[in-house]
């Protein structure tokens, strides 16, 4: 057994006076030796700085600078431990997770990235729900944050100093995603394990960043996503899809997600997306949702939305979705489908 690990904490932060108390305690009541917490503050305004000199084991800086990504990757270069993990300053973690991430990185031939169980707070620290994760975390995982929407949180999520070194740092051309990139990138070298342990508490905030910015972020999202696909088997991205149709099925098609649509644009997407209508119990409502994203890309499509006949919305997005993809392999997928739309009762 090797000695005890450091374990670097690092939290960028930039008015979270009223916040960053809970972050900072939380880190002490690890009650565990080897460790630093650094701090890199964007020049607050709000007393934070105050705050912070309250507590001298801190390292900490102040200074304006060019976002919250800048600020993560100056902590990281501070960062002198065998294992990282970010605390954003509005987070916390629970007792006793130093520990379990302590012994399960630190055996012969150790782990490089584990993960734990997060719980979602409001502003004033009532938990409201516990985010379970999966249990084996695959790039499939990562990708469907949709309707399974099991992937790891980032304050519960720590990686090991050679992990850093070698997938580098975050990618300072973000304002989304950051998080997302970066696990991306880890996750098709290296493998996430999973303790059975709540690890962090993350508080859901409405003056967030991506509050009132979901179009925008969802965007974000897919530009950084898309590429990682070619990495997924067939039957994977077909999982992927149809956990992503699932969800604008039964939850976008009056929300933020139906304003950035992802149509589908190959034959695996459409397989997915038609799994996916196979499972939602209003057929109908899913069709006549992807019949006006894709309708509004071609602008004439000489359909009606308003048609009642499923057979027929069924021939008008074939034929669309030919357009789109430039493929036949969609002809037994949607034959099926008819067959079943027949049955059903709307």
């Given at each position: 057994m090797k000695e005890t690990?450091?374990?670097?904490?690092?939290?960028?932060?930039?008015?979270?006076?009223?916040?960053?108390?809970?972050?900072?305690e939380s880190v002490l009541a690890q009650n565990y030796e080897n460790f630093e917490h650094i701090i890199v503050d964007g020049g607050s305004a709000d007393g934070t700085v105050d705050v912070l000199r309250e507590?001298?084991?801190?390292?900490?800086?102040?200074?304006p600078d060019d976002g919250e990504v800048f600020a993560l990757n100056k902590a990281l270069k501070m960062a002198s431990g065998d294992i990282i993990g970010w605390l954003n300053a509005d987070d916390w973690y629970r007792d006793g997770v130093f520990e379990k991430v302590s012994e399960a990185m630190n055996r012969v031939g150790g782990l490089h990235a584990v993960y734990g169980d997060t719980t979602f707070v409001d502003e004033i620290r009532n938990?409201?729900?516990?985010?379970?994760?999966?249990?084996?975390?695959?790039l499939g995982g990562v990708f469907m944050r949709w309707w399974h929407d099991k992937q790891p949180r980032q304050p519960s999520i720590f990686y090991s100093r050679q992990?850093?070194?070698?997938?580098?740092?975050?990618?300072?051309?973000?304002?989304?995603?950051?998080?997302?990139?970066?696990?991306?990138?880890?996750?098709?070298?290296?493998?996430?394990?999973?303790?059975?342990?709540?690890?962090?508490?993350?508080?859901l905030r409405r003056d967030s960043k991506a509050e009132g910015?979901?179009?925008?972020?969802?965007?974000?999202?897919?530009?950084?996503?898309?590429p990682y696909m070619d990495y997924l088997s067939e039957k994977e991205r077909v999982e992927v899809w149809e956990d992503y149709y699932l969800y604008q099925f039964f939850y976008g098609i009056n929300g933020v997600y139906s304003e950035v649509p992802m149509i589908p644009r190959d034959g695996i997407a459409l397989r997915g997306?038609?799994?996916?209508?196979?499972?939602v119990k209003h057929l109908k409502k899913g069709f006549l949702y992807l019949y006006g994203i894709v309708d509004e890309r071609l602008e004439n499509t000489g359909a009606t939305v308003e048609s009642a006949d499923s057979a027929a919305l069924i021939k008008n997005f074939k034929e669309m979705f030919e357009l789109l993809a430039g493929t036949g392999e969609i002809n037994e997928a949607f034959d099926q489908l008819s067959e079943e739309a027949k049955s059903r009762v709307y």
């Open positions: 690990p450091k374990i670097s904490v690092v939290t960028p932060t930039l008015n979270c006076g009223q916040f960053i108390r809970d972050c900072i507590y001298p084991h801190l390292t900490w800086v102040s200074d938990e409201r729900f516990i985010k379970e994760t999966a249990r084996d975390m695959t992990l850093m070194d070698d997938i580098g740092l975050y990618n300072d051309k973000l304002h989304y995603s950051i998080d997302l990139e970066y696990w991306l990138r880890v996750v098709v070298r290296y493998k996430f394990h999973f303790i059975d342990k709540v690890f962090s508490c993350a508080r910015n979901q179009a925008e972020q969802i965007a974000h999202h897919w530009k950084i996503s898309l997306a038609v799994s996916a209508l196979k499972k």
